[in-house]
């Protein structure tokens, strides 16, 4: 059975860092593009960060550029998205997601549960 | 960026109906489209892959069609359990795949 589960969220004042995790488990996760999706509260869902499978090609929305850094581990079975210079608009639900197709770029078929990231003073 | 925009926005139908959902491209995705169903405080679940494939496990009586730019995504008798709000996203070429904005499906 696939499964991925978020953790890391938490409170975190403005301008603040925070790592993000997703653990990945019943499947190849090298095999699998991932990726980092976002909910604000009462909002609809945002693509923040996407990963190919050997972390060579990393994909970002605009509004995280150059703050957020996705990563992963194979050996592991981790996704990762460090968080940086964190504003009140990064405030959301993170969900991790798996791509529909081994080795290639699909639809997003499992999702995490999601973790809660708070910024606040 | 592609913008991709569904209408309406709210939805008011009931059980037994017949539901249509429109999502439009800001330019071609070819068929490089997905619908996702989502209940309050739960993740995203998959409905329809490449426009018109259905995942394993829904229902038949969700259906996707369309390329280019125009979309639909229909449910062809509504369920009790089908109360939630329906996004696309396409994943056309280079990211970020965005989604649209969202179509909340309510009781009328």
């Known amino acids: 059975e696939v499964q991925l589960v978020e953790s890391g969220g938490g409170l975190v004042q403005p301008g603040g860092s925070l790592r993000l995790s997703c653990a990945a488990s019943?499947?190849?996760?090298?095999?699998?593009?991932m990726y980092w999706v976002r909910q604000a509260p009462g909002k609809g869902l945002e693509y923040v960060s996407g990963?190919?499978?050997?972390?060579?090609?990393?994909y970002y929305a605009d509004s995280v550029k150059g703050r957020f850094t996705i990563s992963r581990d194979n050996s592991e079975n981790m996704l990762y998205l460090h968080m940086g210079s964190l504003r009140a608009e990064d405030m959301a639900v993170y969900y991790c997601a798996r791509d529909g197709v081994s080795n290639g770029w699909s639809s997003f078929d499992y999702w995490g549960q999601g973790t809660l990231v708070t910024v606040s003073s | 960026d592609i913008q991709m925009t569904q209408s309406p926005s709210t939805l008011s139908a009931s059980v037994g109906d017949r539901v249509t959902i429109t999502c439009r491209a800001s330019?071609?995705?070819?068929?490089?489209l997905a619908w996702y169903q989502q209940k309050p405080g739960k993740a995203p679940k998959l409905l329809i892959y490449?426009?018109?494939s259905l995942e394993s496990g829904v229902p038949s009586r969700f259906s996707g069609s369309g390329s280019g730019t125009e979309f639909t995504l229909t449910i062809s008798s509504l369920q009790p359990d089908d109360f939630a709000t329906y996004y696309c996203?396409?994943?056309?070429?280079?990211?970020?795949?965005?989604f649209g904005q969202g179509t909340k499906v309510e009781i009328k």
């Open positions: 330019q071609s995705v070819n068929s490089w």
């Open positions: 996203q396409h994943y056309n070429s280079y990211p970020p795949w965005t």
């Open positions: 019943g499947f190849t996760f090298s095999s699998y593009a």
């Open positions: 490449k426009a018109s």
């Open positions: 990963i190919n499978i050997d972390g060579g090609s990393t």
